[in-house]
């Protein structure tokens, strides 16, 4: 000790003393540098004598460290606005939203590991809310950890020349070690100050961002001219107002105790009876154990006994007394314990657990006191709720208390809607919400514009939609000059999504009144409800709020249908994003996507749990809110094959494929009635069969005939509509049409005539051009560009187009050539037969075996043309050296080219094209060409085809069968609108269906042409009858919202049980390294003391 006091002296007595120069430290002076010097000087020179010791000022450096810490000297009596203008002007501190104060022990101790994480929360909540954290600013105890948290949870981040969180250290002056080094020039100060770590001492810390040192006159004495300074300063700041105007409010201030001694308590008791509201975290130990142990023995309205803490006064505090004479210091302690804990501090302390605890409780231990305290007007709470902006935190309870809500109901919460939707802050978007604030009234045309500009427009690099900004611009040039504007236009959003993104599923999306400046609400019709959370909810999908897109999808209704239709859109966003080279965004898209399908799917499976026949009925059911399509159709629309797959929908598939025939019917029934039509009919159940049999059993015997030709009757009907009858139709039309047409390419296709079986095949082929047509016209789509766009989307469409096309082009050249012309003819009508041979390959989807094979061909297909595009490379490099080889100075013709690729080619397959004695033609050099290039195409690329094929096999063997399950729903549906029969018959059918059409269209234009009365008569009993089927739609909705809450719930217990097994495992493996960190800082720290006493070591701790 005596050792270390010399050195002290010795270094403070040559603290002047020349240094060599090799041992001076290099830096770099900046502008900056001089400013902030410039600025400190001016400060100073103005209030030297209000409190501020001049010369004892400057930036401090740690060795080794380049960072600099502002640090001023001051006298203990000093005035706090004085301090305060130093802060915000001088040292350019940005107003804090929070002053959280952290008191606690200052002795050296190794925290604990659930208490390094509780630090971490505290520089969480710090860098969220833009609060300034205070400490005593020693490197030791709490202020240690709280610095090292606060550096490596946000300032080691920052990326400007300020911190991100602001750490000030006020401590006093005659107990700071090295306190020499901090003294300069009157009128100059230190810039920079080189401040030397001594290991035997408590030195500053060097991850604290400033310094007030208070001087009270005494030299390593334990005083309080530090506190009382803090304390005013706190009390200062804390009567400050942030914000303009209405929207100023004051900063609150928060105590933090974490451990702590005896005199802890009376810091906390003062605190309290300023109004300050603590925050004291059990299991951190010392005084904060104390007081969160008492806070649960303590009865209202009585006092607190020594008793029951008579034991953690022990040994939280070491305290030591021999038996029942009570020394003064702890009936002292007791005093404080009961201040502290009286009635009317109830709502200023709360005690977070540690125990129970992680690292993000300590978030909501800080607002929760804020909240309680009730020390803000509603108002300011709103603001520090959203200032906080951090999830998992429930303020519902704190904020909107029964003494406050009346207050609540008259603030205009729409400013604190709109900031909580563009911060993705769902929990305060949902206590709002639940308290008040109507949707209908709140989305306005003028709001939602402000959202999508803000959105699209407002944000930086933060998960707004790059792709979404550029289709938007596109529409918007798209006008005409003159219809230029600089804000957004809701039609242009509405465009983007009705015809880019969901492909013309609906005409319009976003509701509009067609006058922006409207204020009132844009939804008052009683059509319109639920209109508003769909717009707010595609607004949130579109921008990328995540949080907030669940919220408004749980809350609102059809929940299938939402989370189809904004999968979907997503799906063409992120398709786009990747065209663009977006990879981030395209990312974010396709994984909300994939969120939606999947919740799509969990709550179809609830609901078909719950119901089947309902839920069956939910997939049917049109939804108006999003284009009056079915579940189904949205998700054929959107290639949801997860959702397609799922067994409600393919239930439903099998149900609708059958038609009114039992969907279990066995296929030889429907076989059989096809060949002996229609005396086997009856041997199938029909679904009418079921509902009618007591009515049929009821005829009387004179009405019974009627009954059973009735029934006949409907049976024959009933079969001949079903899809499946008509695909077997189609079956039997296709293998007589291959039959016939190569009968006829083989024997009949005549020189000079046309043949009657020409002329049959034409007349089917142009009443399939009819069926094609049809098929064009019933598209769900406004335009008839897009209506061919949408038909031309299907790949086995495109080669009915071709196979037609190659068809009549054959035929028109047979009908105008003669003679040599019959070769051309002959290649263009075997092209359109190769063409309709692998048509039927679509049929081949029905059959749950063969299906899925289909779909690996096609997948297979894909790696074909990969490897077709490596191999021309070395059929081409080989072709042309042999070639050249060969035959040089070859005449420039067709042959050429075709002896370029012809050899090559058939050497892949073992054609050596040898003599007989198994030389190759030509000079040795081909020879050695050909055996590399037979090796390397014969064993490498053959074998990597192979090998391609296998991966590919393996990558979709799973999902093959998903894929199968999508794409029965297009041939099913295509079976659906499919006319009776099969060409030429169906041309019957359609003739039928373009007659009623016609007839249907005159007398929709008579009927506009009717007096009003009747119209206004019809139109009232369309009313009717929709009000009698609204009941029906809402005991759907409430199902499905019954199985989207299931859903819900037993995601978050799925999540919570997962969550609770890793926090176990985590648990264990931190308390395995933590005791593995405490011995081996145990072992360093007995290695630095030994060091010490033997020389004079600066012992530098390592900044995290």
Not at 709 to 734: N, S
Not at 807 to 823: E, K
Request: charged fraction near 25%; hydrophobic fraction near 40%.
């Amino acid at each position: 000790m005596m050792n270390s006091r010399k050195r002290l002296k010795t270094e403070e007595s040559h603290s002047h003393c020349h240094v060599p120069l090799q041992e001076l430290p290099l830096t770099v002076t900046t502008d900056n540098d001089y400013g902030a010097s410039a600025k400190m000087k001016t400060f100073v020179s103005r209030y030297r004598d209000s409190g501020v010791v001049d010369g004892s000022f400057g930036e401090l450096r740690f060795r080794g460290f380049g960072q600099a810490s502002p640090y001023v000297r001051v006298t203990n009596d000093i005035d706090p606005e004085v301090l305060w203008e130093l802060m915000t002007s001088c040292w350019d501190m940005k107003p804090p939203n929070l002053i959280i104060s952290v008191v606690g022990g200052d002795a050296k101790f190794v925290l604990k590991e659930r208490l390094k994480k509780v630090n971490k929360g505290l520089a969480n909540a710090a860098l969220s809310t833009g609060a300034w954290v205070f400490t005593t600013g020693l490197h030791r105890g709490v202020s240690k950890y709280v610095g090292e948290a606060i550096w490596g949870g946000a300032n080691c981040l920052a990326d400007s020349g300020q911190p991100a969180v602001n750490v000030v250290g006020i401590t006093t002056w005659g107990n700071v070690p090295n306190r020499h080094r901090l003294k300069g020039q009157k009128g100059i100060g230190k810039f920079p100050a080189r401040y030397r770590l001594h290991n035997e001492t408590a030195p500053l810390d060097l991850n604290h961002t400033h310094f007030i040192l208070v001087d009270d006159g005494t030299v390593e004495t334990a005083g309080w001219s530090d506190v009382e300074v803090r304390t005013r300063l706190e009390q200062h700041i804390g009567q400050q107002t942030i914000g303009q105007g209405a929207k100023g409010r004051t900063i609150p201030v928060v105590l933090m105790l974490i451990e702590g001694g005896s005199t802890t308590l009376k810091s906390t008791k003062k605190a309290l009876k300023r109004g300050i509201p603590v925050v004291i975290l059990d299991g951190s130990g010392g005084a904060a154990d104390v007081i969160a142990l008492a806070a649960r023995k303590k009865i209202k309205n009585e006092l607190l006994k020594l008793e029951d803490v008579e034991e953690k006064l022990r040994s939280a505090l070491d305290l030591k007394w021999e038996g029942a004479h009570v020394p003064p210091y702890v009936i002292s302690l007791m005093r404080h314990l009961n201040s502290i804990l009286k009635e009317e501090n109830r709502n200023l302390v709360t005690v977070v657990r540690l125990n129970e605890s992680d690292a993000m409780d300590i978030d909501e231990g800080l607002l929760r006191a804020l909240l309680k305290a009730e020390i803000a007007s509603p108002e300011d709470q709103l603001d520090l709720a959203l200032d906080w902006n951090t999830s998992g935190v429930a303020w519902q309870d704190e904020i909107f208390t029964r003494n406050r809500i009346r207050k609540l109901q008259s603030v205009n919460k729409d400013p604190y809607m709109v900031m909580a939707l563009l911060q993705d802050n769902a929990e305060v978007v949902e206590m709002l919400l639940d308290n008040g604030m109507h949707l209908a009234t709140f989305l306005t045309e003028q709001r939602l514009a402000e959202l999508y500009s803000k959105a699209v427009y407002g944000r930086g690099d933060d998960g707004s939609s790059t792709t979404l900004n550029r289709l938007i611009e596109e529409k918007k040039n798209s006008r005409q000059p003159e219809q230029h504007t600089d804000l957004l236009d809701l039609a242009d959003v509405d465009d983007v999504i009705c015809n880019r993104l969901l492909e013309s599923q609906m005409k319009t999306m976003l509701r509009r009144t067609g006058d922006g400046s409207s204020n009132d609400s844009d939804y008052d019709d009683d059509d319109d409800d639920g209109v508003p959370e769909r717009d707010l909810f595609i607004w949130s999908v579109l921008t990328t709020r995540k949080a907030t897109a669940r919220l408004l999808w749980r809350r609102g209704t059809d929940q299938i249908a939402t989370a189809l239709t904004a999968s979907k859109m997503l799906k063409e966003l992120s398709s786009l994003s990747k065209a663009e080279g977006q990879l981030d965004e395209h990312k974010h898209h396709e994984s909300l996507a994939e969120q939606l399908e999947t919740d799509a799917a969990g709550v179809m499976d609830e609901c078909y749990r719950l119901d089947p026949r309902r839920a069956l009925g939910l997939l049917t059911r049109p939804q108006p809110r999003w284009g009056e399509g079915s579940c189904m159709a949205i998700a054929n629309s959107g290639k949801h094959m997860a959702f397609m797959s799922h067994a409600a929908c393919q239930t439903n598939l099998n149900r609708v494929w059958f038609g009114h025939m039992e969907w279990f019917t066995p296929l030889w029934k429907v076989i059989l009635s096809l060949i002996f039509f229609p005396v086997t009919v009856f041997t199938i159940t029909f679904t009418d069969d079921v509902r009618r049999t007591v009515r049929t059993v009821g005829c009387s015997p004179a009405h019974a005939h009627p009954c059973g030709i009735r029934r006949y009757l409907r049976a024959i009907y009933h079969y001949q509509t079903a899809p499946i009858t008509k695909f077997y139709y189609t079956v039997v039309f296709y293998v007589v049409f291959l039959m016939l047409f190569s009968l006829f390419l083989l024997t009949d296709l005549l020189n000079d005539v046309i043949s009657p079986s020409e002329w049959f095949l034409a007349a089917v082929m142009g009443v399939q051009l009819l069926d094609e047509i049809r098929q064009i016209v019933s598209q769900d789509a406004r335009s008839w560009l897009r209506k061919l766009q949408v038909w031309q989307g299907d790949v086995w469409n495109r080669m009915d187009a071709a196979i037609l096309v190659t068809f009549f082009l054959a035929f028109s050249l047979h009908c105008g050539l003669r003679g040599d012309g019959m070769a051309a003819v002959k290649v263009v009508y075997s092209c359109a037969l190769i063409l309709a041979f692998y048509r039927p390959l679509q049929m081949f989807y029905v059959h749950e075996k063969i299906g899925p094979k289909i779909i690996m061909i096609r997948e297979m297909l894909q790696d074909l043309l990969i490897f077709l595009s490596l191999m021309v490379v070395f059929v081409l490099a080989f072709g042309v050296v042999r070639l050249a080889l060969l035959s040089p100075n070859s005449p420039l013709s067709w042959k050429l080219f075709v002896d370029v690729v012809r050899v090559p080619y058939w050497l892949i397959y073992a054609q050596l094209l040898t003599d007989p004695e198994g030389h190759v033609a030509g000079p040795w050099l081909v020879s050695i060409l050909q055996a590399a290039y037979v090796l390397v195409t014969n064993v490498l690329l053959i074998n990597l085809l192979i090998a391609m094929f296998n991966y590919t096999f393996q990558n979709i063997q799973g999902t093959a069968e998903q894929f199968w399950k999508f794409h029965r729903y297009s041939l099913i549906h295509e079976y659906v609108g499919r006319p009776w029969g099969a060409p030429p018959l169906t041309l019957l059918p359609l003739t039928w269906r373009l007659v009623r059409a016609v007839w249907t269209a005159a007398s929709r234009k008579d009927s506009r042409r009717q007096p009003k009365r009747l119209a206004s008569g019809r139109r009232g009993r369309q009313t009717s009858g929709t009000h009698a089927a609204i009941p029906e739609v809402q005991r759907q909705r409430i199902f499905q919202k019954l199985g989207a809450d299931n859903y819900i719930l037993k995601e978050k217990q799925k999540s919570s049980d997962e969550k609770s097994e890793e926090i176990q495992e985590l648990k264990r493996r931190v308390d395995e390294l933590g005791e593995q960190i405490a011995a081996l800082s145990h072992r360093d720290r007995c290695y630095y003391d030994s060091s010490s006493g033997e020389d004079d070591i600066d012992v530098v701790p390592q900044r995290r």
